[in-house]
Structure formats: C-alpha cells, structure tokens
C-alpha cells in the first residue's frame, strides 16, 4: 500500500525526468474488497489493489494530464514524457494559473476546520472471512422470513496525495465499510444501505431486519392512480433525487450557462426551511478535504433559508468570474478548494453536501410524518433518476424496494411501484417536514448528510405493473 | 505474458482451484475535449494489471493486483483462492459451469488506422475547427466537442489450457451546442449525444462521420429549438431515429436479457427482470417485424461489443433474441447457462479491465432493418399523424425493465406524411412489452447504423462496459407522448 514518504519519493523520481516549468502529481492508492450475495448465496467475491499516479505538467499557458499505475523508473519516466507531449501541442490559454504554492494554500484556508481522522484499521484489516461473517446474519434474517436477499458488504483502505513543484504537499487516508441489502419477496422487496469509515458502526443485521420488514409489509402491492401525492422520502430517497442539482453549483457552470442557477442566485427558489451547506470536515462526511489543486476545501454555505447565496469554485473559474458581466450578481466569489484536477470538463462543485433537518423542538421522525399524513405515499428509495429539463430541473425516475400507502396517520399496505416526473424546484418549496440530517447513501447521488422529507404535491405520472 | 499467468494459475491450483484463469490486461486511454474555444481534457492515460478469478470449494473468488512481479502475482492468487474458499461458506449450491472447449488464439480488431498515430495536433485542429462552426451562431452558450481513443490488449489463460490473446482498438468523437436563453438550456448534439459515436475501429471512424460538415445545422438546431413548439400530451405514432432507438434497444431489450440479471443476480444494484424464465420461447415480445439478435462476431461489425472470444475463453456468437416477436434468447455465461440447463455459455461474459471480475454484459444488441426497401422519408411519408424524435436526451427505466420514460433533443411533427414543425422537449414512454408490439414499420438497411454505447454501468463494484446496437428509423403506434412534463408546474 502507498503511504506519503513512498508517494513523496515518486514526485521526486517525476521531478528529475521532467523538462516542464511545472509538475504536479496527483497520486492514489486503494486496497478493496466486495463480497456479494443473492438468492441467499455468495455469488461474487472481489479484492482489487491499485494505483493511480496522475502527473500534471504546464508550458507557460498549456497544460496537459497523464496516468500509470506502475511507479518503476522507466514508466514514471514515460508518463511524464506523455504529459508533456501532450502539453506542448496545447494552444495556450490565459486563463490557467500558475500552481498554487503553501503560502497561497494556507492563506485561502481561512476558517477551515480541524481534520477529523477518518481511517480505522479494524476496517482496513476485515478479511474475506470477516466479510463472509458479516453476510451469514443477513441471509440468516431472509430465511427466517421467508425471503430472498440479495446484497454486498464491502470494505476499503484509500490513500490520496497531491504534490507539485511550488512545495505544495498533501495527504489523505481513510477507511470505508458498507453494506446494502434487498430482500425480496414473491410480491414485494425492501432495501437498506448503510456506510461509514469505521466498522463498529455498522450493523448488517439490522439493516437486514428493516429491509425484511419493509419487503413483508409491501406484500401484494396494490395500484394507486397516478397524481399529485405528499410524499414521504426517506434520507436515501432524498439523497438520490437533490443530488442531481449540485453539479450545477460552481462558477464555471454559471459561466458556461449551463447551470439552473443563472439567473437566479440571491433569489428565494426553494422554501425557507431549505439550508444546504458544503462540508469536508463535517463528522458524519467522508472524502479528501483538498480539491485538484491541493487547496483546502472551505466549508461553505450555498442555500440559506431558501435563497442560494453562493456556489463553489476552482481558482481560475474565481479569477474568471470576477471578470465577467455576471460578477455583481452571483454572491461571493472566492477559490473554495472545490476544483477537480486540471484540465477537466465540469470545473467545481460541492462533493460534501449537508442538508439541514429541522430546527430545534420542529425534528419530526418518519413516524410523526407518517402520523400526520392524511393521504400519501412512503418512499424507501428512489431510483434510475435523470435529468429531463437541465434549467427547471425536472427530473424523472422510479420508486423501488418498499413504497407504502399511509392514511389517516398508519401505513396501509404495499403499493406498485410509481414513475415521477418533478422540478427540485417546486419539491424543495413545498417542504412540509424535516427529519433529523443523518449520513444517508443511494445509488444515483454522492453519499450526503441530509434529513427525510415531507413533501406535498409530489408529481408521480404513472404505473409500473409491480 | 504466460509465464506471469503460469504463477497465477500454478500457485491457485496448489491452494485447491479447481479452475484458474488468469486475465492480463494492457490498456491506453487519450481523451481530448474542447469547450468554448478552450481545451477542457487532454490526458493520457496507461494501466497494467491481472485479474485471478478461481472456482474453490464449490464457489467463486476474484482478487486482482497491478504488481506483476512474481511474488505479488502469487500472493494475488492466493488471495483468490482465500476469498473463494470465504464464500462457500454462505453457500445455497455448488456452483456448476458449462462446458466450453480450450481455445488458443490471436485475434484484433479491425483498425485501418491507429488513432495514436494522429498527432494530437491534428485531433485539435478538428475540435477546434468544430467549436468556432458551433460558435458563429452566437446564440449557442456553450460549445462541447470530444475525441477519445483507447487500445485494450488482453492475454487471458485458464486451467482449461485456453491461451487467447486479443487486441481491441476503440474511437469515438461527437459534439454538443447548447442554447441558453430565458428559462431554458436547449441542446443538439452530433452524430449521437453522450460522447457521440464509438465503434471498434481506428481513426476512419471519424473521418466517415464528417463532424465538421453537420456543425452549422447542429448549432442551428440548438438555437431553434427556443421557439419550437413544446411536445404535447396525448396518444400519437412516434418514429424513432436510429440513434434514439438503439438506446431504446439497449435499456427494453439488453438490459432484461442478461440471464443473471433474471436469475436474481443483480436484485440488490441493477435490479432484476420481467423475462422469467417461462418466459422464454412463450412471450410475444414484439410484433411479427420484430427481430433481434445479440452478435458478438466480426460479422455483424465493428462494434462495441464485437471480439472473439469474452472474459472466460467462451468464442463470439450470434443469438438470436427475438425471432419475429417471440422471445427466443438470453445473454448467458458458462455458470448462468448451467443454472438454466442450456448447453453452452452464449459467450456474454465481459470485464471492464483487469481489476473487474467479469459478469454478463451485452455484447452487440441490434434489430435487424427490414428486407424490403424503406427510408426515413418514405416512412414518414406512409405516416400521417405522428411525432419523429431524434437524439437521446433523457432515459429512465423500471427495475424490473417494464415503464420506461424516454426524452429526446429534438421532434418533428408528421402531419399527412410532411415533417411539419419543429417540436421541442419531446418525450414518450411505455411498457417495454407493449411499445415493442406496437412497432409497423422499420427501414432498410441504407438507414441501419451500429451505434456504440460507451459507458453502461453494472456490477458491484460498478463497471462500465461498451456495447454496440444496431438500428434503422421505425414506427410505433399509439404512443404515450409529452410525459415528462405532465402535471408540471
């Protein structure tokens, strides 16, 4: 496995091979391992060890990227021959900055928090018979249901390191285990996910058991009509769906005219119980806390009661804004330590999303929104969601894995699974309940701290036949 | 080559394999992008590494390492055996396989001209000379275009003695203007979106696709697309351009095929599928003009999904799918085949690179055009109240791969068999079984494209995996249409 002085050695190794006025080297390294199961079996086994390291190299204005994953002589040698080949065909351009050097670094990380440590070596030394361990309680809970499971239980140990030429230097370590499990019954299924850097805080089984409950009483679905429903979304569910709008929360997607905010930062879009801010350092938040530059990710607030006051940026696309016609109208623009590694197509945005629950005294759990709903829809999960209107952000997708009629305050009974079609826009205004914010993770949006919803007048257009 | 694999497969069978293979993979990646006059990609991109997938107590392990030296190839495959030996502990079966003869062979794809021949000047000439077309008509915002190339060596061993060694070069390029304006982002891409087109071939690839010629219209497009008139709601006939209907192939028709995705594989990511296994040889998936077929051969073209043999020594077959509307085929695997009794794997079995144990992946899903004659003109001419759709824009399918919902760049309204006006925002959807037994019509094969699709995920760990389908423009009748924005604010 890499570690920093072994990291810190190959910048060396790529310094002295190459000719260009800059170098920078983004390096990578991971031990992983998946093991899987279905129908109750497992069925696939994985362990993979790698390593990425990406060398940047700049000519003035051009600058160009190449990757190994062999750090022997001769290919770091050959990989910096590549970056720089390509580099110099470049046309140049007055817009990319020299790197960024420690003093530049240290004084753009103003109000940064504390690093929390996120690596836990109980994690990084789970076995394949530890995992094994793990999945038998989980398929244990199908049989005893009658139920089939399906699922995974992972583990990983990465390391990430940013180094270039102007004495910038940075590492980053962390550990991650997960499990997801479906059961499924003739008729129904339901679903849980659950991760976190440190494994004692997992619990398989208990996963396994609100996914078995969720697939016994869904059983024999019945068919609702399409419309307008309040809905309640589970944190996955919520996750899945608002993910969707953060890419377009950076500088260079408002330059580029692709972003949903044109037009609209400072304004009161979404409802005034919406706080969303961005945070590398939150406890509940995974991922590295520098971007693709090595600068220090700042925490940053980018929708306060409803109104989005700012987005993310890189160094350049701040330097760009600035400049441009839109800059009196976008908040503040600053380098945020939110840029992916150069040269890239997207530019920034937000990879540590933390949605705020409710106030104080205003928390209500699932089952107070469940009480309080007269007619709606449960929803454990969301699914297949794209994009169908980039600037009113409509987005389709399925319910899936557990989706429940409630009425009159009690769940009634398993549904058929509903396709929606709805604006973020209008969901995020008609915000009627918070849950308490928890580390959730799906499967269409990165992992989030984010809380359940209640939304009224969720658009579901149609029905699938189970 | 051999001798790595040897250690792989010499150091499992000593730790109770009772199957090895060993798949090493060489890969080279380039990508280049441009972006409103400005490079936004240029990278490069190598990786080496092995693959060790063994069958031990009755159950699967795969381990996977880029350290080639003698000791890490031999800790690797020990590793494998380790984690096999793990999951025969939660164990409902012994894990059985098909036969499959060993096979010992040398194979590339066809490739007149290697793309990493192109000096990267020469590809930026291109992309450039593209975006400044997109951008002349100043109400295109956002000018996207991209090239990408990629040459894949593998050299896999197995116990069974197959020894095969295969060289595949893939191209791709494509564009994208976008129009900002008001409260809309209007977009038309070229000569598919996502990426554009990929094929299994070298650089001819995209001096055949003439990108720079369709720039104008393209850009046009995009910008006329403000003031089209929005889809509207109802039942209509739709026509498909091949492009939209390969991806329509790919998601009702690949997807709900992989036979592990049917035997419940897949139930906890990608999901499972309608097409039960009664389902076979009784579902009337389509009507009668309806036939696919899943071909991994040289013969049906260069491909995504074109080689000679998949990722456990299986030889590319030709199966057929839907035989004039009736479901007659899955995509299988030398374990999924046995778990159905067939005899043969069909030769699905496919990675993403070295560090990904392979599943069952679509090789090249394609509907065959019709045998009389028929062009796009002549079948909007036969049409006379309808909706022609072009270019993919949005896709979304149930997880059993029954409702779908599909949104395209671009329509065209067919009144008495003209193209009447523009149309934007336009989208339908549907029950996968139903919409395929509404098709009457489907072109010739003058209208018949093999389009490449990328980037499709699967598996856990998720991969990502190339296939190619192939389509002609066709017809489908009584369709639901303008769903996407129904009920909108």
Redesign the interface.
């Known amino acids: 496995m890499l570690d920093r002085e072994i990291a810190a050695s190959i910048f060396e190794t790529l310094r002295a091979h190459t000719t260009a006025d800059e170098i920078e080297l983004l390096i990578a390294g991971t031990r992983?391992?998946?093991?899987?199961?279905?129908?109750?079996?497992?069925?696939?086994?994985?362990?993979?060890?790698?390593?990425h390291i990406s060398v940047r190299v700049s000519f003035g204005g051009r600058?160009?990227?190449?990757?190994?994953?062999?750090h022997d002589d001769e290919s770091l040698r050959r990989?910096v021959q590549?970056?720089e080949?390509?580099?110099r065909?470049?046309?140049e351009?007055p817009?990319l900055l020299p790197m960024p050097t420690p003093g530049e670094v240290a004084q753009s990380a103003t109000a940064i928090a504390p690093r929390v440590s996120r690596y836990f070596d109980n994690t990084a030394s789970l076995?394949?018979?530890d995992?094994?361990?793990a999945?038998?309680p989980m398929?244990n809970v199908a049989k005893r249901h009658a139920l089939?499971s399906?699922?995974?239980f992972?583990s990983s140990h990465s390391v990430e390191g940013i180094f270039n030429s102007r004495g910038v230097a940075d590492w980053y370590e962390q550990t991650l285990a997960e499990a997801?499990?479906?059961m499924?019954g003739d008729t129904s299924?339901g679903?849980q996910k659950a991760n976190s850097p440190d494994i004692t805080q997992l619990d398989p089984a208990r996963l396994a058991k609100i996914a078995a409950e969720k697939a016994v009483a869904s059983k024999d679905p019945i068919e609702l009509s399409p419309?307008?429903y309040t809905v309640i979304l589970e944190p996955s569910a919520v996750l899945d769906a608002v993910g969707f709008m953060f890419w377009d929360f950076g500088g260079s997607a408002l330059l580029?005219?692709?972003s949903f905010l044109?037009d609209r930062i400072g304004t009161q879009l979404f409802g005034a119980n919406i706080n969303v801010w961005d945070d590398a350092y939150h406890p509940l938040q995974t991922g590295v806390p520098f971007d693709g530059e090595g600068m220090k990710r700042h925490r940053i607030n980018l929708i306060e009661n409803g109104m989005v006051r700012a987005v993310t940026y890189a160094r350049s696309s701040a330097r760009r804004m600035r400049q441009s016609e839109m800059a009196g109208r976008v908040g503040p623009i600053a380098a945020t330590g939110h840029g992916f590694s150069l040269?890239?197509?997207i530019g920034e945005a937000p990879m540590n999303i933390v949605f705020a629950g409710a106030d104080p005294g205003q928390v209500q759990s699932i089952e107070q929104m469940i009480d309080s709903t007269e007619r709606g829809v449960l929803v454990t999960r969301l699914?297949?969601?794209?994009?169908?209107?980039?600037?009113?952000k409509?987005l389709?997708?399925?319910t899936?894995?557990g989706t429940f009629l409630v009425e009159d305050g009690k769940i009634r009974g398993g549904i058929r699974?509903f396709?929606f079609?709805e604006?973020l826009i209008?969901m995020l205004q008609n915000v009627e309940a918070l849950g308490e914010a928890v580390r959730a993770s799906g499967?269409e949006s990165l992992d989030m701290v984010v809380p359940a919803m209640k939304v009224r007048d969720f658009?579901f257009?149609?029905?699938?036949?189970? | 080559m051999k001798e790595i694999a040897s250690w792989a497969l010499e150091t499992a069978k000593l730790r109770g394999a009772s199957l090895a293979e060993a798949r090493i993979v060489d890969e080279r990646q380039r990508s280049l992008?441009t972006?409103?006059g400005?490079?936004?990609?240029?990278?490069?991109?190598?990786?080496?590494?092995v693959g060790i997938r063994v069958i031990a107590d009755g159950?699967?392990?795969?381990?996977?390492?880029?350290?080639l030296s003698r000791d890490g190839v031999q800790s690797?495959a020990a590793?494998?055996v380790?984690?096999?030996?793990?999951?025969?502990?939660?164990?409902?079966?012994e894990l059985r396989m098909v036969p499959e003869p060993p096979h010992r062979a040398e194979w590339a794809s066809p490739c007149a001209v290697d793309p990493f021949s192109i000096?990267?000047?020469k590809n930026?000439e291109l992309l450039?000379a593209i975006d400044t077309e997109l951008r002349k008509n100043k109400g295109v915002?956002?000018a996207?275009a991209n090239m990408h190339f990629r040459r894949y060596e593998q050299w896999f061993f197995s116990s069974e003695g197959s020894e095969i060694h295969q060289t595949v070069v893939t191209t791709g390029a494509g564009y994208a203007a976008?129009s900002?304006e008001g409260?809309?982002?209007q977009?038309r891409s070229y000569p598919n979106s996502f990426g554009g087109q990929y094929q299994n071939r070298g650089y001819e690839l995209i001096e055949e696709m003439k990108l720079l010629e369709h720039a104008p219209e393209i850009a046009e497009q995009a910008v006329a697309l403000h003031s089209a008139e929005q889809c509207p709601e109802g039942t209509l006939d739709i026509v498909l351009d091949s492009a939209q209907l390969s991806l329509q192939i790919h998601e009702s028709i690949g997807h709900p095929i992989e036979l592990d995705r049917v035997?419940?594989?897949?139930?906890?990511?990608a999901?499972?599928s309608?097409l039960t296994l009664d389902k076979l040889r009784t579902l009337k998936y389509g009507s009668e003009i309806v036939n696919v077929v899943a071909d991994a051969t040289e013969a049906h073209g260069p491909g995504l999904g074109t080689f000679a043999y998949d990722d456990e020594g299986v030889a590319a077959q030709r199966t057929p799918i839907i035989t004039n509307g009736l479901f007659t085929g899955y995509l299988s695997s030398r374990d999924t085949a046995a778990a159905i009794g067939a005899a043969r794997s069909g030769g699905c079995l496919r990675a993403e690179s070295w560090?990904?144990?392979p599943?069952v992946r679509m090789t090249n899903v394609s509907i065959l055009p019709s045998d009389k004659p028929l062009t796009l003109e002549e079948l909007i001419s036969a049409t006379d109240r309808g909706i022609l759709m072009q270019t993919n824009?949005?896709?979304?399918?149930?997880?059993?791969r029954?409702?779908f919902?599909f949104?395209c760049e671009m329509g065209w309204e067919i009144v008495g068999g003209k193209r009447g006006r523009m149309i934007k925002?336009p989208?339908y959807?549907g029950?996968t079984t139903e919409f395929w037994n509404s098709m009457d019509a489907i072109c010739s094969r003058d209208e018949w494209t093999l389009w490449g699709t990328p980037n499709c995920g699967k598996g856990?760990?998720q991969q990502v995996m190339g296939t190619g389908h192939g389509a002609a423009p066709a017809r489908f009748r009584k369709i639901a249409v303008g769903?996407?924005?129904?009920?909108?604010?």
Request: one cysteine or more.
């Open positions: 992983s391992a998946l093991t899987r199961f279905a129908n109750n079996t497992i069925h696939q086994n994985v362990e993979e060890e790698n390593q600058t160009a990227r190449a990757t190994t994953n062999k990989v590549s970056a080949a390509l580099a065909v470049q046309q351009d817009d076995t394949p018979h995992r094994a361990a999945v038998a398929v089939t399906a699922g995974i992972s997801s499990i479906t499924l299924s679903w419309g307008k580029e005219q692709r044109n040269p890239n197509e699914w297949y969601i794209r994009e169908v209107d980039p600037y009113e409509i389709t997708g399925m899936r894995d699974n396709r079609n604006s209008p499967e658009n257009t149609e029905t699938t036949k189970f | 992008a972006k409103n400005k490079i936004a990609s240029a990278s490069d991109a190598e990786s080496l590494g159950a699967f392990g795969f381990a996977a390492t880029d350290d690797c590793r494998a380790d984690i096999a030996k793990s999951s025969a502990t939660v164990k409902a079966h000096s990267v000047e930026l450039f915002t956002l996207e976008l900002f409260a809309a982002i977009k035997l419940g594989m897949e139930a906890n990511f999901g499972t309608f560090n990904r144990l599943i824009r949005s896709w979304s399918i149930d997880d059993k029954y409702n919902q949104g925002n989208s959807s029950i856990q760990p769903t996407a924005y129904k009920g909108s604010n």
